[in-house]
């Protein structure tokens, strides 16, 4: 007898009825948040069964509420990756009548259609991060995790090299703060870096791309104080692919700081991210080569 099994790609048009539960809505609101999500994350991020949890992912997506991004395809035949999901349109129509959330005139299933394999992953990377420390942070009852009001922070600082003036723009992969529950009014600001190690370290002028030049911006916008009305006390993260590149990138800063190196700067590689190692936990390498952690 032949098994029936539904297109994971497409959607069928006689699913079954289905009633949005509270879980449901959590999961929408995540998937919303982080852009995209695996599946993997989204049950670490609303708990309960693992069986039942992808049982409402398959719903979900069948009914328009989530979509199944296309650039995953190839990963998804090898077997080798969870199966990721962005917002839906349904799901953006959702967060808009029922919970208020803004939205701007963006044809969502046309963005994920169009999602590139580089940018869809460079996305996930930069979710693993942030799922890991949200829960570390519903550990522990002395962190609160804050998020930036702003969907997409960015700004331009002028960096001087010899006789040249450079007018660079930073755009941070995520922002968010810390701050200590037993002190209110201390707030940390993180601005985090995903890089996957597809980006130069160095480049000989700063015309062209390279990490080492967005590293530079970053400091020259610490030293400048360019943004030190809204981010007072700010740190750079920067999470890469190995314990070699997390050194280069460190030697990189430390050549245009007079090789003293900065605390404002904590780098790790991805590796370093397991299910034994708590988010608030994790020992970073800052830019003196010093290991410390994202509550010190």
């Not at 030049?213 to 020259?220: F, N």
């Amino acid at each position: 007898m032949r098994v029936f099994r539904s297109p994971r790609f497409k959607r069928i048009p006689s699913a079954p009825p289905l009633q949005l539960t509270d879980r449901d809505t959590r999961i929408i609101q995540h998937v919303h948040r982080h852009r995209f999500l695996r599946s993997t994350q989204i049950v670490k991020l609303v708990g309960g069964s693992k069986q039942q949890v992808l049982r409402r992912l398959h719903r979900l997506f069948h009914h328009g509420y989530l979509d199944r991004p296309r650039a995953q395809i190839e990963h998804y035949r090898n077997g080798s990756q969870a199966m990721v999901y962005g917002i839906g349109h349904r799901g953006v129509k959702f967060l808009e009548q029922w919970l208020a959330v803004p939205q701007r005139k963006v044809d969502w299933s046309a963005k994920n259609r169009n999602a590139t394999r580089f940018f869809l992953e460079h996305t996930l990377a930069v979710a693993e991060f942030m799922v890991a420390l949200e829960i570390a942070c519903r550990e522990r009852n002395d962190i609160e995790l804050l998020t930036h009001s702003e969907e997409l922070l960015k700004w331009n600082v002028e960096v001087r090299r010899g006789s040249q003036v450079h007018s660079i723009g930073v755009i941070p992969d995520r922002v968010f703060g810390l701050r200590g529950k037993s002190k209110p009014a201390e707030v940390v600001w993180y601005f985090l870096e995903a890089d996957r190690a597809t980006m130069p370290v160095e480049r000989h002028s700063l015309k062209q791309t390279s990490f080492a030049r967005k590293l530079l911006a970053y400091h020259e916008t610490w030293r400048q104080g360019v943004l030190k009305n809204s981010f007072p006390r700010f740190r750079v993260l920067t999470v890469t692919t190995t314990p070699a590149r997390v050194q280069h990138l460190i030697e990189a800063h430390q050549r245009f700081n007079q090789g003293k190196g900065s605390g404002v700067f904590l780098f790790t590689h991805k590796d370093a991210f397991t299910d034994k190692t708590r988010a608030l936990d994790l020992p970073w390498l800052n830019g003196r080569g010093e290991s410390v952690t994202l509550t010190e």
